[in-house]
């Protein structure tokens, strides 16, 4: 059974950092490419970023570029995201997701996603 848990959420100020983790089981975490999602209030779910099983070649959405980092320890079958200089924008539930997303009937689509974990980013 797949299980995929996040936590690190919570509430930081614009231009703060926060650390997410995501702790998997139920499958070989070492042979999938794992992604991090996002849904703000009212609106659809974002890929976020993703990183190849090997944790080569990361995928970073325009809006997060050059300041979330994906991350991956195999070995601890553990996802992180590393979200440095935040911005009101980045308030969302964050999921942790296994492999890349598909398109169905227009919206992103995965097989496994966690619950999420609530970031904040208010002053």
């Known amino acids: 059974q797949v299980q995929l848990v996040e936590s690190g959420g919570g509430l930081a100020q614009p231009g703060g950092s926060l650390r997410l983790s995501c702790a998997a089981s139920g499958f070989t975490f070492s042979t999938y490419a794992m992604s991090w999602a996002r849904q703000a209030p009212g609106k659809g779910l974002e890929w976020v970023s993703g990183i190849y099983a090997d944790g080569s070649n990361p995928y970073y959405a325009g809006s997060v570029k050059g300041r979330f980092v994906i991350s991956r320890d195999n070995a601890k079958n553990t996802l992180y995201l590393q979200m440095n200089s935040l911005k009101p924008e980045d308030t969302a539930l964050y999921y942790c997701?296994?492999?890349?997303?598909?398109?169905?009937?227009?919206?992103?689509?995965?097989?496994?996603r966690g619950r999420g974990t609530q970031v904040t980013v208010s002053s």
């Open positions: 997701a296994k492999d890349w997303p598909t398109y169905e009937g227009g919206s992103l689509f995965w097989d496994y």
